[in-house]
Structure formats: C-alpha cells, structure tokens
C-alpha cells in the first residue's frame, strides 16, 4: 500500500532528522514554548480581567499570531516528516499575517484592517511594501516572493523526492525559515498584540501567583532569539532586522 509506503518513509525521516540536526530542533522547540507560554499568559489577562481590552487592532492580530504558532507547530511536524513542501505552504501564510499585522497596527489603517477581517484580497506589494518609506527591504520582498512561488503551481512548488538523503538541504532551508519567521512573530507579538495594559496586567498576574515574571520570561526568550540569529546567514539575518526595524510610510 502506497499510504503504508509513505509513513514508513516519514517515521525514517524523522528519525534521521532529529539524529542530524538535533540543535536546530532544540532551538526551534525551545523558542516556540517559551513564546507560546509568554502568548498564554496574555491571552490569560484577556480572559479574566474584565478592565483589560484589546483594540479592534491588536484583537485581530492576537488571533493572527496564536494561527501563527499552530501553522509553525504544523510545519515543523511536516518537516521532521521530510514533507518539506507542504510545510512551505504553510510558511507564506505565517509571514504575510506577520507583514499585515505590523502594517495595520502602525498606520491604524480601518481600511486594511477591515479587507483582513472580512477575508478580502490584499496585494501586499501594492498596499504594504509599496508604501513603506523606510526600510526599502529588497530581502523582504524577495523572501514574500521566494514563498509565493512554494505556493503556487510552480516547478518550486512541493516535491518529488521523499526520502532524506535526497532532501536534506530542503529540510535545512525549512528550519531556517522556521527560525525567522519565529523571531518576527514574537517581535510582533510582544510589540503590537499586547499593549501596555495587557503587559501591565500580565506583569501584575506573574507576580501575584509566584509564576515565572513576565520580565524573566521576556529575557529568556531575548536569549533564545540571539542564539537562533547567531545560526544564521548575512540575507536571513537582514530580513528580520529589516522587519523588526521601525517602519515608517509614505
């Protein structure tokens, strides 16, 4: 059977993965559960504090970023699997809910924002990148259009190997992106969804309960995301500091 086939393949992808790149997992898995904690821990003052509430904005970018993580969480299942090119797909929608969350907490767009929510086109070129004045990021666009092209019906779309030997630089360009894409996502996690308020109110609960502080938390993540931007190239690397840089439009 083909299906028994398959997952006999990706049980032995896995296996191999994990034995060749055990740092680059750890790093992911780490930096993903220190986030995921610190994204609990505000979603846990939204809950239950009846004085604390998200704008219309940083509403919907919380919901962007916990899709976010499960989509991160999703791709990274499938790499470990040696489905390198189902995990891409998922890839582009984390980075352009990165790009659109950033754009419509810093312009208040009412515009943007209701295209988003209401589930309407947007043309990243022509409504974000085009209008940003600075920073001109030719790395970030490149990188929108090298995921657009893992998407689309293109001869870089999906796969035709499965197995690891013949894949493994694949599998290698998928934890980098893993890497940056987490490295964007709690930049605008901890900068837009989470207003002063929330963190004012999170700060407050990690103290009350005796928990891990919300500071110590922050810092431990810090520490994380230096150590994954120590693993990676000049290009990656300037992406995000491109997109953790502030931007200004025109």
């Known amino acids: 059977m083909f299906t028994e086939t398959f997952y006999n393949i990706s049980v032995e992808n896995r296996r191999k993965i994990e034995n060749k790149h055990p740092e680059d997992i750890h790093i992911i898995m780490n930096t993903y559960n220190t986030q995921m904690e610190l994204l609990q821990l505000y979603l846990l003052v939204l809950d239950s504090d009846p004085y604390v509430e998200p704008d219309e904005f940083s509403s919907m970018i919380f919901t962007a970023i916990y899709k976010n993580y499960i989509s991160l ?6 790499t470990l699997q040696g489905f390198y090119g189902a995990a891409r797909i998922l890839f582009r929608n984390v980075y352009e809910f990165l790009i659109i969350s950033k754009a419509v907490a810093i312009r208040k767009d009412i515009g943007l924002l209701e295209k988003w929510k209401n589930g309407d086109d947007i043309s990243l070129r022509k409504e974000v990148f085009s209008r940003v004045k600075k920073p001109k990021s030719l790395e ?3 990188l929108w259009k090298t995921l657009c092209e893992f998407t689309h019906g293109t001869i870089y ?3 035709v ?3 690891y030997n013949e894949i493994k630089n694949e599998v290698k360009f998928n934890f980098v992106c893993m890497k940056m894409l987490l ?9 837009y969804a989470a207003n002063s308020s929330i963190q004012y109110y999170a700060k407050f609960m990690s103290d009350l309960h005796e928990t891990d502080t919300l500071k110590n938390k922050k810092k431990e993540i810090r520490t994380q995301i230096s150590s994954i931007r120590k693993t990676l190239l000049k290009e990656p690397k300037r992406v ?3 997109f953790i840089s502030k931007w200004e439009f025109k």
């Open 140 to 142: 970030m666009q490149n």
């Open 73 to 78: 969480y999703s791709a990274l299942d499938l």
């Open 161 to 163: 190997k499965l197995e």
């Open 157 to 159: 779309s999906q796969q």
């Open 240 to 242: 995000i500091l491109d």
């Open 183 to 191: 490295d964007m996502n709690y930049h605008v996690l901890n900068s």
